[in-house]
């Protein structure tokens, strides 16, 4: 997949032009949602004082407001409910059309449904029902200080491609 960069800026770093999350764990309280993805798991927080489950992951549980959290894995396939393209207003570091689906990830998932971008499809080819699955990408890398010292943070986000029949 290529990567959704601005070619002037190769080999520099804009922050303002950062289309993507800061994963370093030394500014990030969910960085584990990003090693996990690493490994190809699709995680989540879960409650370990009332159960609640939550997506996208938490550092507070917006039931209890406890921060005893546990991190639990959620189904890499799904099917599509509802998918939209958008042709217009796609942000500055993306090819039209953007292409969003409302996943269901089962009935035995703790998380019946996620929203999330689709890639690897093209346009008008996806439809209700269509069996996707997870993938994971690498992101620009970005400097981040530590201790005097600039070091290169790499990066991984997901999103969710067709399974191939
Ligand atoms: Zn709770």
């Not at 500055?92 to 449904?113: F, Q, T």
């Not at 994971?136 to 999103?159: M, Q």
Request: proline share 10%; aromatic share 12%.
């Amino acid at each position: 997949m290529a990567k959704a960069w601005i070619p002037f800026l190769e080999g520099r770093y804009s922050p303002t032009l950062d289309m993507w999350p800061i994963e370093a764990k030394e500014f990030n309280r969910i960085y584990k949602f990003y090693e996990n993805l690493r490994e190809g798991k699709f995680t989540t927080t879960k409650c370990k004082k009332c159960g609640r489950v939550a997506y996208p992951p938490r550092v507070i549980c917006p039931e209890c407001y406890s921060d005893e959290l546990e991190w639990i894995e959620l189904p890499n396939k799904g099917k599509v409910a509802v998918v939209v393209e958008k042709w217009g207003g796609v942000p500055i570091c993306y090819e039209p059309p953007l292409i969003d689906a409302w996943i269901d990830l089962g009935k035995d998932s703790p998380v019946r449904h996620i929203l999330s971008r689709m890639v690897n499809c093209p346009p008008e080819t996806l439809k209700e029902g269509d069996e996707v699955q997870l993938v994971v990408f690498d992101v620009p890398a970005h400097p981040i200080e530590l201790k005097k010292e600039t070091i290169t943070a790499e990066r991984v986000f997901f999103a969710f491609e067709p399974v191939k029949k």
